[in-house]
C-alpha cells in the first residue's frame, strides 16, 4: 500500500499558498450541536441539580436520587490508587514528581517598590479561588490530563480544585481516580458533557460554582465551555493535535516516522508535518512510515491524519526551517538536529520545543515536567503552554504618600479635563497641595 502523504518543496512555486491550505482548519460549528448545547446550559442554569440528574440519566445511563450519590469521596480515590499494578502506580507518582517540580518553577511572586516621589507601588499575586477540572470518562482513560492540569493548580495555591467525569453505565476509569489522588484533586463528581460544564459554570445547589474551568473533552464539552466564557474563565480553545520536526537527516528515520505517528494517532484531523534540506532522507522516513504503518493499532486514524493533513517538506536548509516553524507556529516541535541550542534563537512561536533526537515528543505528553496543555492552530503566535500562571491573578497595588499624592494630582487633573471629566479632575485637585 503507498499512503498519499503530500510532498513539498519550499523552493518550488506556489509553496507558501500549498502550505497555507495544508495548514488551513476550519473548526466550523456544528449548528445543532450549539443548539443542543446551548439546551443544556439554560436548563442547568434555570433547573440546578434537577437537570444535572436529568442529563446524567438520559445521556449517560446513570441513574442517582441526588448529586451527593454522584460525588466520590477522597476514600474512594485513594482505594484506586492502592488498586493499582504497583508498576503503574509508580509511574503515575513519578510523573507528578516531575510535574510538580517543573511547575514550581512557574509561580509569580508579589513585587512592590517605593518610587522617588515616596509611593508605593506593586503588584500581588493570588490564586483562584476555585476552579473546575473536565476529565473524559468511560473507556477512555487520560491519568496524564488529570496530573497536568491538577498538578499546577495546586501548586498555584489553589484551595478547592473539582473534578467532573462522566462514567457512561457506571463505567468508572480506575487510573484517572488514582492520578486525581496523586494530584490532591479536592472534590470528584461523576458527571460529563455540557451538563457538567454548566454546573461549573454556573454552579447548582450541590456543585459550587467556579472561576476557571480547564481539561479536554468533546465537541458538546468544548462548545459550552466556549458559551459559558466570560460568566468563567478557560483554559483555550483547543484544536487537533499537531507536531511539526526539523530533521537534519542524522537521526534513525523509524525514530522520525513513530514521532510523525504518535500524534496522526490522536484523531484523523491531526497534523504531522516534517521539514528536512536532505532529500535522500525524506525518502528514507517516507520507506519508515510505509514499513511501520501497517503494525500500528490506530492504523486507520494514522493514515487519514497522514494523507490529509501531513506532509514532507524539503527546505534550503536548517535557517529555512526555522522560518517556516515560526509561520507554523505549532503545537508540539521536535529540533531532531545535532546541535539544537543553534537553532533554538530562531525559534520564536512554539507550544514546546523538544530538543535533539533524543527527546521524542511523547516524553513531554506524559513525564517530562513541562505541561502538555499547548496552544494549537497557530495559537503559539499569542498563547502560553497551561502552567501555574493560569491558576494566578495579578493585582495591582498603589500607595501614594501625601507629597506624591500632590505632584500625581497635578498630571491627573490635566488630563482628566482633557477628557472632559470632571469629577475625575476635582477627585486628583483634592488630594493636591497647590
Known amino acids: ?37 446551548q ?52 509511574a503515575l507518582r513519578f510523573a507528578a514528581e ?35 477540572l473536565y476529565v473524559p470518562g468511560g473507556k477512555a482513560a487520560y491519568p496524564s490530563s488529570v496530573l497536568m492540569n491538577a498538578i499546577p493548580a495546586k501548586v498555584a495555591g489553589v484551595p478547592e480544585l473539582i473534578m467532573v467525569v462522566p ?20 472534590r470528584v463528581f461523576r458527571i ?37 466564557f466570560g460568566q468563567v474563565g478557560i483554559d483555550m ?20 516516522a513513530m514521532d510523525l505517528f504518535s500524534q496522526a494517532e490522536h484523531d484523523e484531523n491531526a497534523q504531522a508535518i516534517l521539514l528536512c534540506p536532505d532529500q535522500n532522507y525524506i525518502r528514507q522516513v517516507a520507506a519508515s512510515i510505509e514499513k511501520l504503518l501497517p503494525t500500528m493499532e490506530r492504523e486507520a486514524i494514522i493514515l487519514a491524519s497522514l494523507t490529509r493533513r501531513g506532509a514532507l517538506i524539503e527546505v534550503k536548509d536548517l535557517a529555512d526551517a526555522c522560518r517556516i516553524a515560526n509561520d507554523i507556529a505549532p503545537e508540539h516541535l521536535e529540533l531532531a538536529v545535532a546541535d539544537p541550542e543553534a537553532l533554538l534563537p530562531n525559534i ?43 491558576f494566578q491573578k495579578r493585582t495591582t497595588v498603589n500607595y501614594c504618600s501625601p507629597s506624591g499624592a500632590s505632584v500625581l494630582a497635578e498630571t491627573a487633573s490635566i488630563l482628566a479635563r482633557g477628557e472632559g471629566l470632571t469629577a475625575h479632575a476635582r477627585s486628583a485637585e483634592y488630594r493636591s497641595k497647590r
Not at 30 to 36: E, G, K, M
Not at 99 to 128: C, F
Not at 197 to 220: C, E, F, H, W
Not at 240 to 253: F, K, M, R, Y
Request: proline share 5%; hydrophobic share 40%.
Open 98 to 132: 516531575r510535574i510538580r517540580a517543573y511547575a514550581e518553577h512557574q509561580k509569580l511572586e508579589s513585587w512592590r517598590y517605593t518610587d522617588s516621589l515616596g509611593n508605593m507601588l506593586g503588584q500581588q499575586v493570588t490564586p483562584l479561588d476555585k476552579v473546575g
Open 1 to 37: 500500500m503507498s499512503i498519499a502523504i503530500q510532498q513539498l518543496s519550499s523552493i518550488e512555486t506556489g509553496f507558501h499558498l500549498k502550505l497555507d491550505r495544508l495548514l488551513a482548519w476550519h473548526d466550523d460549528q456544528d449548528q445543532s450541536v450549539l443548539h443542543t448545547v
Open 192 to 228: 460529563g458533557g455540557a451538563q457538567a460544564i454548566a454546573a461549573l459554570a454556573y454552579g447548582t445547589q450541590s456543585i459550587p460554582k467556579v472561576d476557571k474551568i480547564v481539561g479536554p473533552g468533546n465537541i458538546y464539552v468544548a462548545t459550552a465551555k466556549k458559551l459559558v
Open 237 to 256: 480553545i483547543a484544536g487537533p493535535s499537531e507536531i511539526l520536526i526539523i530533521a537534519d537527516g542524522h537521526t534513525e528515520p523509524d525514530w522520525i
Open 39 to 90: 439546551a443544556i446550559l439554560q436548563q442547568v442554569k434555570s433547573q440546578g441539580d434537577a437537570a444535572v440528574l436529568d442529563y446524567t440519566r438520559r445521556l449517560d445511563n446513570l441513574r442517582a436520587a441526588s448529586i451527593s450519590e454522584l460525588e466520590l469521596p477522597a476514600s474512594r480515590l485513594e482505594q484506586a490508587l492502592r488498586s493499582l499494578p504497583h508498576r503503574q502506580a509508580e
Open 348 to 390: 520564536r512561536h512554539a507550544g514546546a520545543i523538544f530538543m535533539g533526537s533524543y527527546t521524542a515528543e511523547v516524553l513531554g505528553d506524559y513525564c517530562a515536567g513541562p505541561n502538555h496543555v499547548l496552544p494549537t492552530s497557530g495559537s503559539a503566535r499569542f498563547s502560553s503552554p497551561l502552567g501555574v500562571y493560569d
Open 167 to 186: 462514567t457512561p453505565n457506571g463505567e468508572i476509569n480506575e487510573l484517572v481516580l488514582a492520578a486525581a489522588a496523586v494530584a490532591g484533586v479536592d
